[in-house]
C-alpha cells in the first residue's frame, strides 16, 4: 500500500499541473520577503560582522520555516500535498525553458534574452548569441529540475514539510545572496554552503537518472554518462555540473558560460530545436526519479 507522504507527493505533483498559486499565498514568496527583510537590517562593514549576520540570519529563518512544517506536519497526508506543491515547480519550470524556446524559433532573440533573464538565469543576457541562449535555458533547465524539483521531494521525503520547508528557505536564501560581491561574500556564505550540502544527493540522482532517461528520449545514453563523469566537476558548484553534463552528453551538445566553464567540449553548439530535445529529456528523467522517491522507507525494531 502507497504510504500517506507519498500520497502526498503525487497530489503535489498533480496539483502542480495547476501552477503556482497568488504570490501573496505563496510560502516561498514569504519566505523571499522574510530574506529580504533580514537583509535590510544588516549593518557590519567587516567580514566577520557580515559573516555573522548572514548566518544568525539564516539560522534565525530556518528555525522559524522548520517549526511552521513542524506544525503543519500533523495534518492529513492531503493538507501535506497541499502544502508541499509550492515547495516545487515542475510546470512555471518547464514553461518558462519553452517560452525562451519559442522565442527562438520565431527568430526573436531579443526576446529570448529577455525571458531568460526574466525567468531562468542571473547572467547578463544582453549580449548572448542564439546558441548561448539556447544553452543557458538548457543548463538552467537541466540544474533547476534538481533544485527545484527532486530536492524539494527528496527532503520531504526524508524530513517531511519541516526539511522540505527548510530545504526551499536555504536554497532562496542562496538565490538572493550567493553572491561574490563586496556585501554579500561573506553574508551569504553560511546560506551558500548549506544549499551546497542540502543538494548534494539531488544533483547526483537526477543526474544518474537523467543517464537512464536518455534511452527513452531516444539519445545517447553513452555519452550521458561519459561526459557526466567526466566533466560534473568543471562548474564552480559542486552540484550543477551534475546534470547539466548529463544533459550535456545525452544531446551531444557543448553547454558554455562564457568564462567559467565548457561541458562537453566536442559537442556541437545548441539551437532552438535541442531546447525542445531538453524539455523532452526533463520529463523522462522526472519520471524516472519519482518512483525511488516513493518507496516506503523500512522500518526497525
Known amino acids: 500500500m502507497i504510504s500517506p507522504s507519498s500520497r502526498a507527493m503525487l497530489l503535489a505533483l498533480a496539483l502542480d499541473a495547476l501552477g503556482e498559486p497568488p504570490a501573496r499565498l505563496h510560502p516561498v514568496v514569504w519566505m523571499g520577503n522574510l530574506l529580504g527583510a533580514a537583509r535590510r537590517q544588516w549593518r557590519a562593514t567587516t567580514s566577520g560582522g557580515q559573516f555573522t549576520e548572514g548566518a544568525t540570519s539564516w539560522g534565525l529563518s530556518v528555525i522559524l520555516v522548520a517549526a511552521a512544517g513542524l506544525l503543519a506536519s500533523s495534518l492529513p497526508w492531503y493538507a501535506q500535498g497541499v502544502l508541499l506543491k509550492p515547495l516545487l515547480s515542475r510546470r512555471a519550470l518547464f514553461g518558462a525553458v519553452a517560452e525562451v524556446g519559442a522565442a527562438l524559433e520565431t527568430g526573436d532573440l531579443l526576446e529570448a534574452r529577455r525571458?531568460?533573464?526574466?525567468?531562468?538565469?542571473?547572467?547578463?543576457?544582453?549580449?548572448?548569441?542564439?546558441?548561448?541562449?539556447?544553452?543557458?535555458?538548457?543548463?538552467?533547465?537541466?540544474?533547476?529540475?534538481?533544485?527545484?524539483?527532486?530536492?524539494?521531494?527528496?527532503?520531504?521525503?526524508?524530513?517531511?514539510?519541516?526539511?522540505?520547508?527548510?530545504?526551499?528557505?536555504?536554497?532562496?536564501?542562496?538565490?538572493?545572496?550567493?553572491?561574490?560581491?563586496?556585501?554579500?561574500?561573506?553574508?551569504?556564505?553560511?546560506?551558500?554552503?548549506?544549499?551546497?550540502?542540502?543538494?548534494?544527493?539531488?544533483?547526483?540522482?537526477?543526474?544518474?537518472?537523467?543517464?537512464?532517461?536518455?534511452?527513452?528520449?531516444?539519445?545517447?545514453?553513452?555519452?550521458?554518462?561519459?561526459?557526466?563523469?567526466?566533466?560534473?566537476?568543471?562548474?564552480?558548484?559542486?552540484?550543477?555540473?551534475?546534470?547539466?553534463?548529463?544533459?550535456?552528453?545525452?544531446?551531444?551538445?557543448?553547454?558554455?558560460?562564457?568564462?567559467?566553464?565548457?561541458?562537453?567540449p566536442a559537442g556541437r553548439e545548441p539551437d532552438a530545436a535541442d531546447i525542445g530535445r531538453a524539455l523532452r529529456l526533463a520529463r523522462w528523467t522526472l519520471t524516472l526519479a519519482i518512483p525511488p522517491l516513493l518507496l516506503r522507507r523500512k522500518r526497525h525494531a
Do not use: Q
Not at 520531504?156 to 514539510?161: A, I, K, V, Y
Not at 527548510?166 to 550567493?178: F, M, P
Open 115 to 264: 525571458l531568460l533573464s526574466w525567468h531562468l538565469v542571473s547572467r547578463e543576457t544582453g549580449s548572448l548569441s542564439a546558441s548561448e541562449v539556447a544553452a543557458a535555458a538548457i543548463e538552467s533547465l537541466s540544474e533547476n529540475l534538481s533544485d527545484s524539483v527532486v530536492a524539494s521531494l527528496l527532503a520531504f521525503r526524508l524530513g517531511g514539510l519541516p526539511l522540505s520547508a527548510v530545504y526551499r528557505l536555504t536554497n532562496t536564501a542562496d538565490a538572493l545572496w550567493g553572491y561574490r560581491t563586496p556585501e554579500l561574500e561573506y553574508a551569504g556564505k553560511v546560506a551558500a554552503k548549506a544549499d551546497d550540502l542540502l543538494n548534494l544527493a539531488p544533483a547526483r540522482l537526477t543526474a544518474l537518472c537523467a543517464v537512464a532517461a536518455s534511452g527513452l528520449a531516444g539519445l545517447d545514453v553513452r555519452a550521458a554518462w561519459t561526459v557526466w563523469r567526466r566533466d560534473a566537476h568543471l562548474t564552480s558548484s559542486p552540484n550543477a555540473g551534475h546534470p547539466m553534463s548529463a544533459f550535456a552528453g545525452a544531446l551531444g551538445l557543448k553547454l558554455e558560460k562564457r568564462g567559467h566553464y565548457v561541458l562537453n
